[in-house]
């Protein structure tokens, strides 16, 4: 080791040591060098998790050492984070000659996976269609092009096997300098498996522009959720749950509505609904819910309201609030109030949600009210639900729905989704509507629904008791949404 070599490890030791004692949570450093050979510092951070003035404490801080020549901070907006269609592009802004401080692993860990897939494009060339990440799995799927694999219509296996070799040499050789708890798995296929990827590189990104490839490349997940499961815990708060609500957010909804029951006349309904969410301490939140429109010639209002726990990786656990009221022009008018609890369990793709508790009021049933629903995210932009109810005022219902966010660039919270369900008594019901999501950044429908709003807008919810059986009251079943 030279003497520059030798000076430069130990002024990298000494900053390593400020960071590791400071409290400001950045969650990447990096070292390159001037001309002269001084080290010049970056520190990466979330702005959602550090402030500017920690981090320019960090900076007085790194300076005091007196071995940087100087040192740049860069804080980066969730979306701006989440823009990343590759894991190569999120990286991109993280290559330095050395890495001071990697606060979960998962930025060196991305620069690994990249280099692994240079080295395998560079081996392959042609034979290689695309090489991506799981991140649940920790599995690099390397997919070949299989017209070099097939002669006169027979694969040849032999070369499978020697691909398989090469793809673990290239992989151990790409991660040698990674600490040994980060031992990814690969498959080769000749397919881009069902599973929710991302590319590992640029090259990978498909560009067919095909309805099954548009359907498709929904299930590409977005390159921070890769990076997050490349390290062990979340990128800038290291063995902490996230935020029950990542950030104050809203959403709107136009539906229209269609109903019909034994003893009761077609009726037609409009209403307007939507949702404000407020993150409270850490995993706390508080939702208000509010509705109003047109019911069968009727005007109808209402408003709920949500107090929450959650975990955005495990459930979510609340108490629940909604009154509602519907004047009628040629009968009493009704009211309703409800009071309980909800609760929701997250698999992966799956959502499991349950709710119950007492309802009572004026011109209505009383007594107790539950229900259970389950989610499935086809991808992460589609939901398709079934679920059933039990109350006094309808008895029991089923119901089932889907919901879809098509990623408009220009609309990127816009959503459409529709419902169905049936009832005792013939009673059935249809719903479609619009549905549009604010908040800070752009998320695919599934992160919305766990790091946004809870699912369910309980004054709709309420003004389905606005139907009762064999009466002149009917309104539309709005299923939980």
Known sequence: ??????????????????????STRAFYVGSDRTKSGKPVITVHGARSVVSRAEMNALRGELLQTGEAAHVKLRRYSDRGLQRAGSIEAFV??????????????????????????????????EKLAGIYWNSRWRTAYVVLAHKHFIRDGMLREAELGDMESLTLRTLHAATAGLADDFKPAIRLSFEIPAVPLVAIDARSMRSSRSIFSMLRSNMMMPALGAMIGLGSAGMAAADEPAPAVSGINGKIAIIGGYSDAD???????????????????????????????????????????????????????????????????????????????????????????????????????????????LAWYATDNLRLVIGGANDPQLDTTGHVGAEFQPGIAALPGLSVFADAAVGDDSYVNASIGLRYYFGASEKSLKLR???DDPVDNLALQGLTNFTPKKTDYTAPYIPPS
Do not use: C
């Open 1 to 22: 080791m030279d003497k520059t070599t030798d000076q430069l490890s130990t002024a990298a030791s000494r900053m390593e040591a400020t960071l590791r004692n400071s």
């Open 92 to 125: 991109k802004a993280f290559k330095h000659e050395r890495s001071l401080l990697d606060q979960t692993g998962a930025v060196d860990r991305g620069l690994a996976l990249v280099d692994f897939a240079r080295r395998m494009r560079g081996e392959l060339g």
């Open 263 to 373: 003893g009761q006349d077609e009726q037609h309904s409009g209403l307007l609904a939507g949702s404000l969410t407020i993150p409270g301490d850490t995993q706390f939140g508080v939702q208000v819910d509010g509705a109003i429109g047109r019911d069968g010639g009727s005007d109808v209002a209402g408003i709920g309201g949500h107090f929450f726990w959650r975990d955005p990786s495990k459930a979510l656990l609340g108490l629940t609030l909604a009154h509602v009221e519907k004047k009628n022009d040629n009968a009493q008018d009704q009211a309703l109030t409800r009071t309980g609890a909800e609760g929701e369990i997250y698999f992966d793709q799956f959502t499991i949600s349950a709710r119950g508790g007492y309802q009572f009021g004026s011109q209505v049933d009383d007594g107790i009210y539950s229900g259970v629903d």
């Open 449 to 451: 629904h766990r790091l």
